[in-house]
């Protein structure tokens, strides 16, 4: 059987956790160090570890709503859960850069064969 005392240092855990990512997701905002559109999707996983860890009716709402007899195992599920929209959400940003990479580097190089060309036409006119 669980005890409430235990639930409720679940519950304390997920606050703190929260209130970490939160501060945290401010500062490096602060600081430049992350982007506006990253923090944003920090700021709703960690109210939503917020409100599920401020209400035990909430948590054990959503435990029995997806057939888990022990709330903090649901609560661990969504970490788990948000922790794979943040891969997804990294995947994505990951994929747009790498194009975006591949998109400069081949202007890059026609950019070099212009100049290329162009010091070529350059020379050929001194002489």
Known sequence: MVSASNIDKIHLLGMVFSLVILLSVFFLVRERMLKEKYSLVWFFIALFIMVMSAS???????????GVDYAPSA???ILIGCAYLLLLNMSVSIS???T?????????????????ELEKKINKADL
């Not at 035990?56 to 997806?66: K, W």
């Not at 975006?100 to 290329?116: D, I, M, P, S």
């Open 56 to 66: 035990r009716d909430f948590m054990e709402g959503f435990s029995s709503l997806i």
């Open 75 to 77: 609560f661990f599920a």
């Open 96 to 98: 747009s850069l790498k």
């Open 100 to 116: 975006h990479n591949k998109v400069l580097t081949q202007e890059l190089g026609l950019t070099k064969l212009r100049l290329e």
